[in-house]
């Protein structure tokens, strides 16, 4: 127990290299063995009252020699057991000097080897810093060379580009002049162009819409003339739709009429076709460019 | 169609009309009185006519039972009466007796229930705005309706006999309300006793 | 651009053009007009001497002015008066504005043979011919050959069957002393050509034809009673039907010629509607309300009556069961006179006498929609009598003072006064189609 405790202490001395602690704790020990002892002889006897305390009369005990004898006996065992402890103890403390000592003298030995080691790594640590900041200042260099190239390379690129797009920039406004003027002459053909086409399609549409109204008048009054001569059945049926097909010469004479589809009876079917030559001489259109031949009517009242 | 047929029977059923217009003559039965004033009629009918179409009748104080047919006054009931007084006249389209009539069809009543050999036919008509049959079924119903009124009376329905006319043979054939007025009636028409005319 | 845009335009326009020049040109037409059809019927040829006993080209112009759908040109205004096909010029007719042409000839009957009749119906405008017949005149009876001719020229030129060679009936009352006559008329459906089959010194009633026209069954008054008679217009004969006590009358023959229905009164006051079966003698009550039924009237499938009655407190018409007389459904909501049932030949729509404030007129009724559509104008229009081609009305009203007939087309457009002679005329009944065609046709038609 007292062993393992000075290793402790050792240990402990080593980690905080500390001989005061040592000895302190050699004192708590030693003394914490002599309590001990002394605590092993306190636990027999009665309790004695000590000096100058007050108590009670004691009864007094008749006592035989023999017991007494054999008591004194084992008090002296005790007492000669206890002095041995004590040599023992001391012998024991003798020597845990001395091994402390000892170890006092290795810890001593041990900490100039880590100073020594401390010192000299140090050392070193300062030669590798001293090398590493050679090293950065070289590497730092080599950068700042690469760097510099780099930029002369750049700015030679740079220069090249230039140079280029100058020279593009020249041929394409060379080229945009070449197609301006190019485009300049063609707009202006097709300009001339499209204004000769423009009058023409004017021409047509006019044409055109004058055809259109005077179609558009013929087919008035034919429709009209139509109408008036058709005497409509008063029972034909809802929904009448007779398509008859007429031909006519140029001054409007009918000169024949089929019926081509006709859902009406015979009687209403007979005054379709009876209005359509009554309408006869059909009314002729101003323009004889719309005049057709042929005409198909469509008779279908109910539809609007 | 054979019209030589048809001519045939015409002339027989001519000579047989002609022989009952006669006997009818004769007999001076009494029937509808016709329009106008001097409208030719024979016998009483003519007396009859020209009294509706003279206007009111002046009726007598007596009780009209005389049979004598004395002057100017005549009975207020039996044969002998006065066409107003055997005359009940209907609003438009109604067939109900109205009580003005009451007094005189009661008279009537009494003498028909006096005389129980006495028969009369009950002729209704009507005016002439509406269909022919339908005119005929009114004037049934208004004839009905004084057959009741004298049934109710006491009258023995063996001496009541009825007839619709319609709108044939109006009392005045003006085209006016005060024509149409006097159309609407019927007329107690006492019948020859023991005949049916 | 705008030339850009201004080329396919052009393009697209030329295309436009090139195709309505393929294309055949419609034009549309929605309307006609409404008018009578413009037709000029030439007076008839007659090969005989002196002068024709009928005008033919008379009658038959005037039957189609009258149905309403035709306007014939009156003879002063023909520029020529061609009688047969060979010596038309059509010209002549444009010229007068008329779409359709008559021609015809009468000859007199040669020794053994008949009296015969030749007609032509051409289009003026297409110059077609139409219809051409050779017709037989039978028993002399020309003027019903000229009907029949008006009938053919009708249907063709309409479409619909004429009703111009058929017949009526009426009753004239003549007043000159006392009561004066009643008479029971039939003639042509004209007015002319009348015939007496009966008369009375009494009141006569409301003429009814059989389905065949071989019958008249009507109402006569003797002795202070009603009696329904059925006489055979051919012979004369009749025969009393009824003769019930109180009220007789309305008689109407079944669409099959079995059956009779009446109007009686059992019960005095009391119309009610009976149907008498003709072949057994069986009387059947079919009305049992205690108010005016009468004036049947049959659908013409025979299976139910048209009937007037004033069981909701006015005259209105009813419809009923002819087999039970179950549950009569009143047909007409409109005012408060509805009267005189006449059913179309077709089932579809009824005239009848129609009150309008206080104006009496014929109307027609929509079986179907219910809708009353006024063909006169009154006040006084009374007893409509459908045609046997559903296409006119006759009917009568006043005139001159005078009670008389006339006819309505049934759209209500044309009017007109049959010829009729001294007298009030009264409860006209238009006869049936004639049984089997009187006019053989041996020439052609198209």
């Known amino acids: 127990m007292i062993g393992a405790a000075l290793r402790e202490g050792v240990h402990g001395a080593r980690a905080n290299a500390g001989p005061l602690t040592l000895a302190v704790l050699l004192h708590v020990v030693v003394g914490a063995v002599l309590v001990l002892s002394s605590g092993v002889n306190a636990a027999n006897p009665q309790d004695m009252p000590g000096p100058g305390e007050q108590h009670q009369p004691i009864q007094a005990v008749v006592v035989k020699n023999s017991d007494y004898q054999a008591a004194?006996?084992?008090?002296?065992?005790?007492?000669?057991?206890?002095?041995?402890?004590?040599?023992?103890?001391?012998?024991?403390?003798?020597?845990?000097?001395?091994?402390?000592?000892?170890?006092?003298?290795?810890?001593?030995?041990?900490?100039?080897?880590?100073?020594?080691?401390?010192?000299?790594?140090?050392?070193?640590?300062?030669?590798?810093?001293?090398?590493?900041q050679q090293l950065n200042d070289l590497n730092a260099q080599a950068q700042q060379v690469a760097h510099k190239r780099q930029q002369v390379q750049d700015e030679l690129k740079k220069l090249k580009q230039q140079a280029a797009e100058a020279e593009k920039q020249r041929a394409a406004e060379q080229a945009h002049l070449k197609k301006v003027r190019q485009q300049t002459e063609q707009a202006k053909k097709a300009a001339a162009q499209a204004r000769k086409e423009?009058?023409?399609?004017?021409?047509?549409?006019?044409?055109?819409?004058?055809?259109?109204?005077?179609?558009?008048?013929?087919?008035?009054?034919?429709?009209?003339?139509?109408?008036?001569?058709?005497?409509?059945?008063?029972?034909?049926?809802?929904?009448?739709?007779?398509?008859?097909?007429?031909?006519?010469?140029?001054?409007?004479?009918?000169?024949?009429?089929?019926?081509?589809?006709?859902?009406g009876d015979q009687a209403v079917q007979q005054s379709i076709i009876t209005a359509v030559y009554k309408a006869s001489p059909l009314p002729t259109p101003d323009d004889p460019d719309v005049f057709s031949r042929v005409i198909v009517f469509e008779f279908a009242p109910d539809q609007s | 169609m054979n019209r030589n047929a048809?001519?045939?029977?015409?002339?027989?059923?001519?000579?047989g009309v002609a022989a009952i217009a006669g006997l009818l003559a004769l007999a001076g039965c009494q029937t509808a009185p016709k329009t106008g004033p001097g409208a030719a009629a024979s016998g009483t009918r003519n007396a009859a006519a020209s009294a509706s179409t003279a206007g009111a009748e002046t009726t007598g104080m007596g009780s009209g039972q005389s049979l004598s047919g004395s002057g100017s006054q005549k009975p207020q009931a039996g044969p002998e009466s006065s066409y107003e007084n055997r005359t009940v006249y209907f609003d438009f389209d109604k067939s109900v007796v109205k009580s003005d009539y009451f007094p005189m069809l009661k008279k009537q009543a009494q003498y028909l229930s006096d005389h129980s050999d006495a028969r009369v036919l009950l002729e209704g008509y009507t005016d002439d705005r509406g269909t022919w049959e339908y005119n005929i079924g009114l004037g049934a119903r208004r004839a009905a309706a004084v057959r009741q009124f004298l049934l109710l009376q006491g009258v023995d329905a063996g001496q009541l006999k009825t007839i619709s006319y319609g709108e044939a043979y109006p009392a005045n054939s003006a085209d006016n309300p005060k024509a149409w007025a006097k159309n609407r009636r019927v007329v107690i028409k006492y019948l020859k006793p023991g005949s049916n005319s | 651009m705008r030339m850009k845009s201004l080329l396919?335009?052009?393009?697209?326009?030329?295309?436009?053009?090139?195709?309505?020049?393929?294309?055949?040109?419609?034009i549309k037409i929605t309307q006609g007009v409404s008018q009578p059809t413009p037709i000029a019927v030439v007076p008839f040829a007659w090969k005989g001497g002196g002068s024709a006993p009928v005008n033919v080209a008379n009658v038959i112009g005037s039957d189609l002015a009258r149905s309403g759908l035709f306007a014939a040109l009156p003879v002063s205004k023909m520029l020529a008066r061609p009688s047969s096909g060979d010596d038309v010029n059509f010209t002549n007719w444009k010229a007068v504005n008329v779409n359709d042409l008559v021609v015809g000839a009468v000859s007199p009957a040669s020794a053994g043979g008949a009296v015969r009749m030749r007609f032509q119906l051409f289009n003026v405008y297409t110059q077609k011919q139409l219809l051409g017949y050779q017709l037989p005149v039978h028993d002399g009876n020309l003027r019903f050959a000229a009907h029949n001719a008006a009938d053919m020229i009708y249907q063709k030129l309409t479409g619909r069957r004429g009703a111009f060679a058929t017949r009526v009936a009426y009753i004239r009352h003549v007043k000159s002393t006392g009561h004066g006559r009643w008479e029971l008329i039939v003639s042509d459906s004209d007015g002319a050509d009348a015939q007496v089959v009966v008369k009375a010194p009494d009141l006569l009633m409301s003429p009814a034809w059989s389905p065949d026209g071989s019958r008249i069954a009507y109402v006569e008054f003797e002795n202070h009673e009603s009696h329904i008679y059925v006489q055979n217009v051919q012979t004369g004969q009749r025969k009393l039907v009824l003769s019930h006590p109180g009220v007789n009358g309305a008689p109407a023959f079944s669409p099959d010629g079995h059956r009779l229905a009446v109007a009686l009164s059992t019960d005095p006051g009391n119309t009610d509607i009976y149907v008498l079966n003709l072949v057994s003698g069986k009387l059947r009550q079919l009305t049992h309300a205690s108010a005016i039924d009468t004036e049947p009237a049959w659908m013409p499938d025979g299976k139910s009556l048209i009937f007037t009655s004033d069981r909701g407190g006015s005259p209105q018409l009813y419809r009923m069961p002819a087999r039970s007389g179950a549950d009569p459904q009143r047909i007409t909501w409109n005012g408060t006179y509805n009267a005189r049932a006449s059913v179309s030949p077709d089932g579809k729509s009824v005239a009848l006498v129609h009150r309008d404030n206080g104006s009496l007129r014929i109307a027609v009724l929509d079986l179907a929609t219910g809708n009353i559509r006024e063909l006169t104008n009154g006040p006084s229009d009374l007893s409509p009598s459908f045609a046997p081609n559903g296409a006119m009305v006759l009917y009568t009203t006043s005139a001159g003072g005078n009670r008389v007939l006339a006819t309505v087309s049934v759209d209500g457009r044309v009017r007109e006064q049959l010829s009729g002679g001294a007298g009030a005329l009264s409860q006209p009944a238009w006869g049936p189609f004639p049984q089997g065609l009187a006019a053989t046709p041996s020439g052609g038609g198209q």
């Not at chain 1, 004017?202 to 058709?230: F, P, Y």
């Not at chain 3, 396919?8 to 419609?26: H, S």
């Open chain 1, 72 to 132: 004194q006996a084992s008090i002296r065992k005790a007492h000669q057991a206890r002095q041995q402890q004590v040599e023992r103890l001391k012998h024991q403390a003798a020597q845990a000097r001395k091994e402390r000592e000892r170890t006092q003298h290795e810890l001593d030995e041990l900490r100039k080897k880590k100073e020594s080691a401390a010192s000299e790594a140090a050392q070193q640590q300062k030669k590798v810093q001293s090398q590493k």
């Open chain 1, 198 to 263: 423009q009058m023409q399609q004017q021409m047509a549409t006019e044409q055109h819409q004058q055809l259109d109204k005077a179609r558009g008048n013929w087919v008035a009054a034919i429709r009209q003339k139509v109408t008036r001569s058709w005497i409509r059945p008063p029972d034909a049926p809802s929904g009448l739709d007779c398509k008859v097909k007429i031909t006519q010469s140029p001054d409007g004479h009918v000169e024949g009429a089929a019926m081509q589809a006709c859902n």
């Open chain 2, 6 to 15: 048809l001519r045939t029977l015409d002339m027989k059923h001519l000579c």
């Open chain 3, 8 to 26: 396919p335009l052009a393009l697209l326009g030329a295309i436009a053009v090139a195709t309505t020049a393929r294309a055949d040109l419609v």
